[in-house]
C-alpha cells in the first residue's frame, strides 16, 4: 500500500508507555511512540510501542479493524505512530512479568503512521552491535537505549535531590559569567576571540573558583551552582573538555564545616537515589599516610593489602638489588595478597610487568609455604628475615608476598597501581558497597621540571597550615595546604580547600610560585583589590558531577552519562565540532590563520 503519513491532528496522549496497568483494563487509550518490535502473526500484528517510559504491547486484529491491520503490516522498527484502543488483559499464561505493563494490552482500532525512519546504522534495541565511533555518529539514536536513557534519567534525579539538599542548607544558586578572563595556573584555556576589541579573548572557565571567591566578598554566605566547566587537556574515559561541577562556597567556615555539607549531601543523594545506607563521619586519612598505606592520594579503602615497609628487616640480606636501593635512600615495600601462592609463574610475569609499565625496576616475589618460602629470594634471606617479613604483613600459609625496591616515590606508585589490578583480578571488591574518604593536608606545592618552578597542586588560592606559613620563602615544598579530597571506592570525585582571604598571604604564594608583580597584576589585580575591601574567611570545595554520576549509575565511562560527549579527539561526532569558519567571519573578529 502506498504511505501516507499522517499528522496528529486533535488526539491527544491519553497515558506514557509504561503507565498502563491491570487498574486500567477497560479504558480507551491514545498512545505515541516508536516501534520497538513487531511480530506478525498473520491475523494479529503485535508491536511493542517504546516512549521515555518504557513498553506497551499494542495489537492489531484484522476482525477488529483491517484498515489499522493492513497499516500494522508495513511498520517497521523506529517508525514513530499514534495508536487508539481499549486496554485489555493478556491472555493467561502470556503475562510478561518482565515488563511493568507485562499484564495488559492494548487493542488497536485506529493507527496514525507519523514518521517513517531510514534503515537505523545499527540496532538500536538489544545488544550493542556497532563499534562506539558510529554510535556517537548517531547519539540521537543510541540514546534511545533503555541502559542510557536510564543514564541520563538518574542523573536528572541526583542533579534534582542535590538542589534540593543545597536549598534546604541555605546554599544559594548563583550563574557566574561563561566569558571571562585567562588566568595561569591551571589547565590549556579555551579562548575565544572578541569582535569588539579586537586581538583580545576571553577564556571559558575552567572553574568558577575566582567568582565564587568574590561571591563571598560580597556577602552571600553560602554559594551552589551545577556549573559546565571547559578544559583544554588530553582525554580518556573519565574527562571530558567540557564537564560539569557541583560548585560550593561557604563564609566564616573551615575544613571541617565544608566536610560536614559534603558528608550530608552525600548520605541524602544515595539513601534517596540508590536506597544506599552511608554512614558518616567519613574516614579521614592525610595525603602522605594515603601514599604510604596505599601508593594513591585517592585510595581504595574497600579492601586490605596495605603497603608495607620491610627495608629494615632485610637491609643486612645478600640480595644486592635490595641492599643498593636501601643504601642509595630507597625502600623494600610489599604488600600481602591473601591466599595468592596460587597464582601461576605465568600470572606473576605479567604482574612483574605491570610493574615495569608503572615505572618501577620489576617486583620480586615469595609464595608462603609450611616449611620455608617458594621464592627466588629464598637463598638471599635468613629464617629469622623472613619470619620477621610474614610477622610484619601478617601472612601465613598459601599467602603471596609481591616486594617492590626502588625510591619511596616510584615503590609507592608502582605497588598501589598493582593493588588495585590484583583487586581486580581477584575481584576484591565485589558487592562491596561504597568507600567514602576525606584525603587531607595535600602538598601545597610541587616542582615543575618543564616550568623550573613551583605551580600549585589545587589552585593558587589554597591556604596553607597556618604553622607551615613561614616555611613558604626556604622551603615551600614542605609546606602543606588545607586542602580535602573527597575519594568514593578509588575515584577523586572533588577537592576543594580553606581559601585565603588575606592579600599578604596570597602576594606570599604568587612569590613562592614565582609569578612575576606585573603578571600578577595583570592577570589577578582585580581579585587582589577584591581581597582589600574586607574578605571574609571561606572555604569551599568542587564536585564532578559527571564522575559522581557515572560512579552511581555503574557506568565504565563518563561519555555514558553525558547526553552528548565528546570523542577522545574532544570532537562532537554528531555536529563534526570543532570545524573551520569563514574568512567574512574571522575578518570581522580580526584574524586570519595558518591551516596546517
Known amino acids: 500500500m502506498k ?62 479493524d483491517e484498515i489499522s491491520h493492513e497499516k500494522a503490516a508495513i511498520l517497521r522498527n523506529e517508525w514513530v505512530i499514534a495508536a487508539k484502543g481499549e486496554v485489555t488483559p493478556r491472555l493467561a499464561g502470556q503475562e510478561n512479568p518482565e515488563m511493568p505493563t507485562g499484564d495488559i494490552e492494548v487493542k488497536v482500532n485506529e493507527l496514525k503512521i507519523l514518521n517513517e525512519t531510514r534503515v537505523p546504522p545499527f540496532q538500536v534495541d538489544g545488544k550493542i552491535d556497532a563499534l562506539e565511533n558510529l554510535r556517537l555518529r548517531y547519539r540521537y539514536l543510541e540514546l534511545r537505549r533503555p541502559a542510557l536513557l536510564h543514564n541520563l534519567v538518574m542523573r536528572h534525579r541526583i542533579a534534582l535531590t542535590i538542589r534540593n539538599f543545597l ?44 567568582f565564587k571567591q568574590l561571591l563571598m566578598m560580597a556577602g552571600f554566605n553560602r554559594y551552589f551552582q551545577i556549573v559546565k566547566c571547559f578544559r583544554d587537556e588530553d582525554l580518556r574515559a573519565d574527562r571530558q573538555p567540557e564537564f560539569t561541577q557541583v560548585d560550593l562556597e561557604l563564609s566564616f567556615a573551615d575544613e571541617g564545616e565544608v566536610m560536614d555539607v559534603v558528608e550530608g549531601m552525600m548520605v541524602d543523594t544515595f539513601s534517596k537515589i540508590l536506597g544506599c545506607p552511608v ?94 618460602w617458594q621464592s627466588p629470594l629464598a637463598k638471599f634471606l635468613t629464617p629469622d628475615m623472613t619470619s620477621s617479613v610474614e610477622e610484619r604483613l601478617g601472612a601465613t600459609e598459601g599467602d603471596l608476598i609481591i616486594f617492590v625496591s626502588d625510591m619511596a616515590q616510584k615503590a609507592n606508585k608502582a605497588l598501589g597501581l598493582l593493588r588495585i589490578e590484583i583487586s581486580k583480578r581477584l575481584d576484591l571488591v ?147 565540532a570543532p570545524s573551520r569558519v569563514d574568512k567574512d567571519q574571522l575578518a570581522e573578529l580580526g584574524l586570519s590563520l595558518l591551516y596546517p
Open 167 to 210: 536549598n534546604r542548607k541555605g546554599f544559594l544558586e548563583v550563574e557566574t559569567p561563561v566569558l571571562t578572563k585567562s588566568t595561569p595556573e591551571g589547565a590549556r584555556d579555551y579562548l575565544v576571540p572578541s569582535r569588539i576589541t579586537k586581538g583580545s579573548f576571553y577564556a571559558l572557565p575552567q572553574s568558577p573558583q575566582l
Open 430 to 576: 565485589k558487592d562491596a558497597g561504597y568507600s567514602f574518604v576525606w584525603v587531607t593536608k595535600f602538598p601545597l606545592l610541587e616542582y615543575d621540571e618543564d616550568k623550573k618552578r613551583y605551580v600549585a597542586v589545587h589552585h593558587p588560592f589554597t591556604a596553607p597550615l597556618e604553622e607551615d606559613i613561614l616555611l613558604l620563602a626556604e622551603r615551600p615544598e614542605a609546606v602543606k595546604a588545607r586542602s580535602y579530597d573527597l575519594v568514593i571506592n578509588g575515584e577523586e570525585i572533588g577537592g576543594g580547600s580553606v581559601r585565603i582571604h588575606n592579600i599578604g598571604l596570597q602576594n606570599q604564594v604568587f612569590r613562592a610560585l614565582g609569578l612575576e608583580e606585573e603578571e600578577v597584576g595583570e592577570k589577578f589585580g582585580f581579585f587582589l583589590e577584591a581581597l582589600e575591601y574586607g574578605a571574609p574567611p571561606h572555604a569551599g570545595i568542587a564536585l564532578g558531577f559527571d564522575r559522581l554520576v557515572a560512579l552511581m549509575v555503574g557506568a565504565e565511562s563518563l561519555r555514558d552519562v553525558i547526553a552528548f560527549p565528546k570523542t577522545q579527539r574532544a570532537t562532537c561526532a554528531v555536529t563534526d
Open 3 to 64: 504511505l501516507d503519513i499522517d499528522t496528529i491532528g486533535d488526539w491527544k496522549r491519553t497515558n506514557d508507555c509504561g503507565s498502563l496497568r491491570r487498574d486500567d483494563i477497560g479504558r480507551q487509550v491514545v498512545l505515541m511512540g516508536w516501534v520497538n518490535r513487531r511480530r506478525d502473526l498473520g491475523k494479529l500484528i503485535f508491536v511493542d510501542l517504546r516512549d521515555r517510559s518504557g513498553l506497551t504491547q499494542i495489537v492489531f486484529d484484522r476482525e477488529v
Open 279 to 372: 554512614s558518616r563521619p567519613f574516614e579521614r586519612i592525610e595525603y602522605e599516610r594515603a601514599m604510604d598505606l596505599y601508593g594513591s592520594d585517592k585510595p581504595d579503602m574497600r579492601f586490605g593489602m596495605e603497603l608495607v615497609d620491610v627495608s629494615d628487616l632485610l637491609r643486612s640480606s645478600t640480595f644486592r638489588l635490595f641492599t643498593q636501593v636501601i643504601g642509595e635512600g630507597g625502600v623494600v615495600k610489599a604488600i600481602k595478597v591473601k591466599g595468592g601462592a596460587s597464582f601461576s609463574r605465568k600470572e606473576l610475569d605479567e604482574l612483574s610487568s605491570k610493574v615495569t609499565d608503572f615505572g618501577a625496576k620489576g617486583l620480586f616475589w615469595a609464595k608462603v609455604r609450611s616449611d620455608a
